[in-house]
């Protein structure tokens, strides 16, 4: 077996693969060069929910077995038993009609149901009368944080040794992995370097001159405590699916007007707070200007906004691949490199099976599904 393992990263992905190697009796050191959470990991809508790609399906249906078995070994991260249900809202009521019969062919399973604008204000009260909607059983809320924190120390009560606060680079000595670099120039040895640096992967991989194949997609999101009830139901705009591609990101910001960029609204509560989001930019904004259009575009679905406490403004990347696909598995080419990441908008719902996958790839030499193959090529 391979006896020392460097993980680099502390998000969500990174987290978890350090708790399911150690859990499995390898010797593992995870490198973080912010904090645990850092990036979106901490700091994303908190929804764990379906992820619209039938390559995902599995990862996200293993990962909620996983983060059950979470839940009992740890002591502070909590998931509901079922889904609190996502509402896809749509103003257009044909195009929900549309949406529906879509859903309904390829995800029976999520129980799809077509809410009138009636209809919806009687499942979710909160909400104002005016769109359509898709029910789907799914989404699980949680706080956004919760579940890679959670992670991290299972990690360390496995053994894993966690270095936080310095960045490490992968160390390559004749076409194989010998452990990592970091920041201060110190070495640790290893015989497999994970990395699972979110959008700073491609950074940390040498593509052969390439391009990225994972980019930042920034979103900006809102900590709020709404005055009173918060909606029961994750909710969102009926496109945040069509959105996860690094193509149409770009595209909708060659299109962004002054004041008006690319967001569509979002909102999940758990734990006395509703987190509110969200944009979809290639680079990174100040969080303060982006806080207007968010509240203004959310009020036009949900009334309390307007008198809701803005507790805390936040900004992280959606580690966005050029498919919408992660790439999971063993780098071509360099023997010990292995890499877990591009997660685009769906890493808090199928991070942990990611994680497993990776973990199995590492010990056991199994082999992704080529779909989510490290190497697979890319049109
Ligand atoms: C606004 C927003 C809302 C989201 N909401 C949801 C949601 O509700 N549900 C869902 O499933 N997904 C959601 N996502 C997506 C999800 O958050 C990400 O897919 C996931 O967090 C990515 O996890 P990761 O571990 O790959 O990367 P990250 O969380 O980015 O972690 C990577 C870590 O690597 C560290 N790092 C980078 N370089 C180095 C280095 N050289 N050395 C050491 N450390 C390094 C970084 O500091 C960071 O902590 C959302 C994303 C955004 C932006």
Same mark, same amino acid.
């Given at each position: 077996m391979r006896s020392e393992i460097v993980v680099i990263g502390g998000g969500i992905i990174g987290c978890a693969a350090a708790a399911i190697l150690a859990d499995r009796g390898a010797r593992v050191t995870l490198v973080e #060069?912010? !904090?645990? =959470? @850092? =990036? !979106?990991? %901490? #700091?994303?809508?908190?929804a764990i929910q379906y992820p619209f790609d039938p390559a995902l399906a599995a990862l996200y249906h293993d990962s909620l077995t996983r983060y059950r078995a979470l839940a009992d070994a740890s002591g502070d991260f909590t998931m509901a038993a079922s889904p609190a249900g996502l509402l896809l809202l749509n103003r257009d009521l044909e195009a929900a009609e549309a949406h529906h019969r879509r859903l309904v062919a390829a995800v029976p399973e999520l129980q799809p149901v077509l809410l009138s604008p009636d209809e919806v204000v009687l499942a979710e009260p909160l909400l104002r009368h005016g769109p359509a909607a898709v029910r789907l059983a799914t989404g699980y809320p949680i706080p956004p944080a919760s579940a890679t924190i959670a992670w991290a120390e299972l990690a360390e009560e496995r053994g894993a040794r966690l270095i936080i606060g310095t960045g490490g680079t992968p160390l390559v000595q004749s076409g194989a992995a010998v452990g990592v670099v970091l920041a201060d120039g110190d070495r640790i040895g290893a015989d497999v370097v994970l990395v @699972? @640096? =979110? &959008?700073?992967t491609s950074d940390l991989?040498?593509? %052969?001159? #390439? &391009? !990225?194949r994972i980019q930042p997609t920034w979103g900006v999101t809102l900590q709020l405590r709404l005055d009173g009830d918060a909606p029961r139901h994750i909710v969102e705009e009926d496109e945040v699916d069509a959105i996860n591609r690094a193509a149409a990101a770009t595209e909708r910001a060659a299109r962004m007007v002054e004041g008006d960029p690319p967001s569509l609204f979002s909102l999940a509560s758990a734990g006395g707070i509703s987190t509110l989001g969200s944009t979809f930019l290639p680079s990174e904004h100040e969080p303060a200007h982006i806080e207007p259009l968010l509240l203004r575009r959310a009020a036009e679905f949900l009334p309390l906004i307007e008198t809701a406490e803005v507790l805390e403004r936040r900004i992280c990347a959606r580690p966005q691949s050029v498919d919408g696909r992660p790439f999971i598995g063993p780098v071509e080419g360099v023997e010990g490199i292995f890499v877990c990441a591009g997660?685009? &908008?769906w890493g808090i719902s199928t991070g942990p099976a990611s994680a497993a996958m990776v973990a199995r790839a590492i010990l056991d030499g199994t082999q992704p599904p080529p779909e989510l193959a490290a190497g697979r090529p890319l049109g």
């Open positions: #060069r912010t !904090a645990v =959470g @850092a =990036g !979106a990991s %901490g #700091r994303n809508l908190g @699972a @640096a =979110g &959008p700073w991989l040498d593509d %052969g001159g #390439r &391009p !990225a997660h685009g &908008p």
